[in-house]
């Protein structure tokens, strides 16, 4: 049976379900009962399929000075899988959550029980030291996720350029350079992809090949 840390006192939401009534590059928002609560997420392409709908997300409220901010998540794994990362001393919320975006979380597992600081290199705002301390804290420390089903949601076809335009503007709302996101649109501009959340997902595995 998998087991998840538990943190009593540090949060307030263990998730949100609402009417999913807005997407951006960066966030969605949820209506519970006429209030608006924007959550951050790593691809919130994923729900585009489910506008309109009632969509539960698992969050993690983070409290800095100036706001209080909501991390959204699809299953309590990713949301565990996430706070290990912020664990990792030189790796924030934002950082997290750009690791979190591509949906090879196995893959991201497996490098660091291999101890592969070259691929973890490769996500926005994680330099060599930062990926050599993630392999120090989290090995040995992840592997009971990796059995868990992470599935997404998937959406119907629609218009290409505006598809691949959106996972450009998500790819840097996640902290990508201006140079990282113009090489990989270039190549995805080639493909003839289904919508928005394909796209993302193209251009985040195009990412980790660099």
Do not use: C
């Not at 629609?158 to 190549?187: R, T």
């Amino acid at each position: 049976m998998m087991q998840f840390y538990r943190r009593k006192g540090t949060a307030m939401y263990e998730y949100i379900t609402g009417r999913l009534t807005y997407i951006s590059p960066s966030y969605v928002v949820l209506d519970v009962n006429g209030v608006g609560y924007q959550i951050a997420l790593g691809n919130p392409y994923r729900y585009s399929s489910k506008m309109e709908q009632s969509v539960t997300i698992y969050v993690q409220q983070i409290i800095r000075e100036d706001a209080h901010l909501l991390y959204g998540f699809e299953t309590l794994a990713e949301k565990e899988l996430f706070l290990r990362l912020l664990s990792v001393s030189g790796i924030g919320p934002k950082s997290g959550l750009a690791i979190m975006a591509n949906e090879d979380h196995q893959g991201l597992i497996q490098a660091i029980e291999a101890g592969d600081v070259t691929y973890l290199t490769k996500f926005p705002g994680v330099g060599k030291k930062t990926a050599q301390q993630m392999v120090l804290d989290l090995k040995g420390k992840l592997t009971e996720l990796m059995d868990d089903p992470m599935s997404l949601f998937y959406e119907g076809p629609e218009n290409s350029d505006k598809a691949l335009s959106e996972a450009m503007e998500a790819l840097q709302a996640l902290g990508y350079s201006p140079k990282e996101i113009k090489k990989v649109e270039k190549a995805l501009a080639k493909e003839s992809l289904q919508n928005t959340d394909d796209y993302l997902r193209a251009a985040l595995k195009l990412m980790m090949k660099k």
